[in-house]
RNA sequence: GCCACCGUAGCUUAGCCCGGUUGAGCGGCUGACUUGUAAUCAGCAGGCCGAGGGUUCAAAUCCCUCCGGUGGCUCCA
């Protein structure tokens, strides 16, 4: 016999007992076991326990449960591409978050094969296959993975996860494979194939690219259903979707890709949010400047931002004089593009960032202690080359305005200034509700040597930065390696409805310009000091924060930030003059309306105005006219009736005032 | 940039597999109706089917190239 320790009692079973007899002895036939938390470690319900130990329960419906059911339906994927397509090689599969991946060397599949591959599954579940651990030394698993590449590869170096001495059979198919995994194939009934990619074996695009096959899973079919569900519901607030319908914007293939039109309703938003930025700039010591779109490559090359990120750049634009200097040299195509690449021209460039700029302001004076901190912010566009794959919407373009600033201040004021910026992110982010977000600080990699500036500095501003989140109280994680390489950094992530991670603000601590610049300030000492840069963009880009601010809001904005505040909808012909005087005086207090007075019944028209999601929708008719009152849907829809209009006007102007 | 999928009227889409002069709903315009809480009725206009090339007697439909979009991958100062 030996002992069991389980729950916090122990018990006695014959040596040998599985760890699943052990849960149906102590938790009945229908425990939701799927696997083991032997002394810590996690085991296949038919591990024997040979020894006394301490056993805990894995159920199906916990984090770790899940994890390993979606790891089972990833070898249950592989099992049915392996019989479809011989000669597809596996090589890895984890569980991920809502299901699961696993990525094969083969031919490209197209839809067909994958509801293909998914329907050979569901008949794989339907067969009931016993999933079998097999353990083996290491020279046998290596033969039996001998025309596997990936495999062998992955037991040299025991990527991503260890590989242990062990693999996993289910019918034909056999995965190299620590495990824990479900006992049968039955046991994966609720999962549903999504969708293709390429991916690169170990994430590296000089490596073999492979076909990656996407898939969900969950521990029952409401579920999987509820995650279906959520997704639909998620792309009805795809900012994409709703930018379109509510006229926030527009993207024209004629104008380019990734290069957002914002339409007179979308720039009443932008414009509000704007608004609303700058009167936190003011209250913060910031003064706001304003600099050209482009500047001379001179400026760049000073600054290293050419040629260093000269691939996500647009071309430089090269001057008349100097194209028709060239061609009379006889210059060819691959001389034009060999000089542009180095840099050897005379030229401008599209700005993909303020910072040069506002520096130059810095250096047009002299600046002394007494000047510190200088704060110059600016609603400034830049410019940047991104992967055509990668556009997408507002959140990934090619031209964007940061809500910029660079703040010019002493190694002394570092942690003060950080305080500042990170309060104003959390101002705004409490004012819009968005809760949703993570801080996330970039620590330098102790590793490697790209970085400029000295540890000292180093240690003192990665403290500040930790610092300065910490006084705030904003929960955050620290990463390795995420630094820029001239400074440590602190990043705002927030979510986007379809739970992809997006960055927003950023704050960064920077010792690389201030030298590349020289720039200098006399201190109290009468010498020349160097001073430090923080550049920080709160909400990253206008266009980003509003692609996630349309999703945040479901394009139900609050009153302050809707592009129309007020709809007024007539009920008869009778009511228009009345109408329009109402109109008019909220014209006056300048609330943003809209008037319909058309011959469509108000079904109709309450149909037609609601998809536009104005805060306030009035309706008018016998009943406002005669005691001259106003009716109307609040925000949340529900009904206000026959209310004066001086009181309609006082409650949405506080409204409006007060953000809410 | 890479892989898969997609592109038909302002919007949503049928037709494409299996080639034979594009069909609808919403929206727009005109008229009738004058309406009290999520689609009143009728009529009209609107498409060289993303662009270019090829195959064919004939291409929205089959093939190629490009442009644009979607989901991923890689990247993101």
Redesign the pocket.
């Known amino acids: 016999m030996i002992e069991v320790h389980c729950d916090g009692a122990l018990h006695e079973f014959s040596e040998g007992t599985k760890a699943g007899e052990v849960f149906r002895n102590l938790y009945g036939k229908k425990n939701k076991a799927i696997a083991a938390l032997v002394n810590g470690e996690q085991k296949d319900l038919s591990f024997e326990l040979k020894k006394n130990c301490e056993i805990g329960i894995i159920t199906e419906d916990s984090d770790e449960g899940l994890y390993i059911l979606r790891h089972s339906c990833a070898h249950l994927l592989a099992q049915a591409v392996t019989q479809l397509f011989p000669d597809a090689k596996p090589t890895i599969g984890p569980p991920i978050e809502h299901g699961f991946y696993y990525d094969f060397e083969m031919k490209?599949?197209?839809?067909d094969d994958l509801r293909r591959i998914e329907k050979l599954m569901k008949k794989l579940v339907k067969q009931n296959i016993t999933i079998q651990r097999e353990e083996y030394n290491n020279e046998t698993l290596r033969k039996m993975f001998e025309d596997n590449p990936f495999k062998i590869e992955i037991m040299n170096e025991k990527i991503g996860h260890d590989v242990g001495s062990s693999a996993y059979r289910q019918g034909d198919f056999i995965d190299l494979c620590k495990g824990p995994h479900v006992r049968n194939t039955s046991k994966l009934r609720w999962f549903k194939l999504?969708?293709?990619?390429?991916?690169?074996w170990r994430?590296?695009?000089s490596r073999e690219?492979l076909?990656?096959i996407?898939g969900m899973c969950y521990s029952s079919k409401e579920e999987l259903q509820a995650r279906e569900t959520l997704l639909r519901e998620a792309s009805k607030r795809?900012h994409?979707k709703l930018g379109?319908e509510l006229q926030l914007f527009h993207?024209d293939?004629m104008v380019?890709?990734?290069l957002v039109l914002w339409t007179p309703r979308g720039s009443i938003v932008r414009n509000e949010l704007q608004k609303f930025i700058s009167e936190h700039l003011n209250l913060q010591g910031y003064q706001q400047v304003h600099t050209p779109h482009i500047g001379k490559l001179d400026l760049y090359r000073t600054s290293g931002?050419f040629p260093?990120?000269q691939d996500?750049?647009y071309p430089p634009i090269i001057g008349r004089n100097t194209l028709r200097k060239l061609s009379d040299e006889n210059c060819s195509c691959a001389d034009l593009s060999n000089l542009m690449s180095k840099g050897e021209l005379e030229g401008y460039m599209l700005k993909?960032?303020n910072c040069p700029h506002h520096i130059r302001i810095y250096t047009s004076q002299p600046r002394s202690y007494r000047d510190l901190p200088l704060r110059l912010a600016e609603f400034g566009t830049v410019y940047?080359?991104?992967?055509?794959?990668?556009?997408?919407?507002m959140t990934?373009v090619r031209g964007f305005t940061q809500d910029d600033a660079h703040l010019f201040i002493t190694e002394d004021q570092i942690q003060q200034e950080l305080l500042g910026c990170i309060e104003l992110v959390k101002i705004i982010f409490d004012n819009l509700g968005m809760q949703n977000y993570r801080v996330r600080i970039g620590l330098r990699d102790l590793n490697s040597d790209k970085y400029v500036g000295n540890a000292k500095q180093w240690d003192k501003a990665e403290e500040a930065c930790r610092k300065a989140a910490e006084i705030l109280g904003v929960k955050f994680s620290e990463e390795q390696g995420e630094a820029?390489f001239y400074g440590p950094k602190i990043d705002f992530i927030v979510n986007d409805v379809?739970g992809?991670e997006w960055?927003l603000g950023?704050v960064?601590v920077d010792y690389n310009l201030p030298e590349r610049f020289d720039l200098t300030y006399a201190g109290s000492d009468g010498e020349k000091h160097r001073p430090v840069i923080i550049?920080r963009a709160p909400f990253g880009s206008m266009e980003r924060f509003c692609g996630v601010l349309i999703e945040h809001f479901g394009g139900m904005f609050p009153t302050w930030l809707s592009p129309t505040q007020v709809h007024i909808l007539t009920?008869?012909?009778?009511h228009i003059d009345y109408a329009n005087q109402i109109a008019d005086r909220l014209a006056k207090e300048e609330i943003r309306l809209e008037l319909d007075t058309g011959?469509?019944?108000?079904?109709?028209k309450?149909?037609?105005h609601?998809?536009m999601r104005p805060a306030y929708i009035m309706?008018?008719?016998?009943?406002?006219?005669n005691n001259e009152t106003v009716?109307f849907?609040n925000p949340d829809?529900k009904?206000t009736?026959g209310l004066l209009m001086d009181d309609f006007i006082s409650k949405i102007k506080l409204e409006i005032k007060s953000r809410k």
Not at 108 to 111: K, S, T
Not at 599 to 604: C, L, N, S, Y
Request: proline residues 3%.
């Open positions: 490209p599949i197209n839809e999504t969708s293709t990619s390429q991916a690169f994430a590296d695009s690219a076909v990656r996407y795809d994409r379109k993207i293939e380019g890709q990734g931002h260093y990120y996500s750049q993909p960032m940047r080359w991104e992967q055509s794959g990668e556009i997408s919407g990934r820029a379809l992809r960055q950023t960064q550049h009920i008869s012909e009778k011959d469509d019944t108000i079904g109709k309450l149909r037609t609601r998809s309706i008018l008719g016998d009943e406002e006219q009716s849907l829809r009904q009736n």
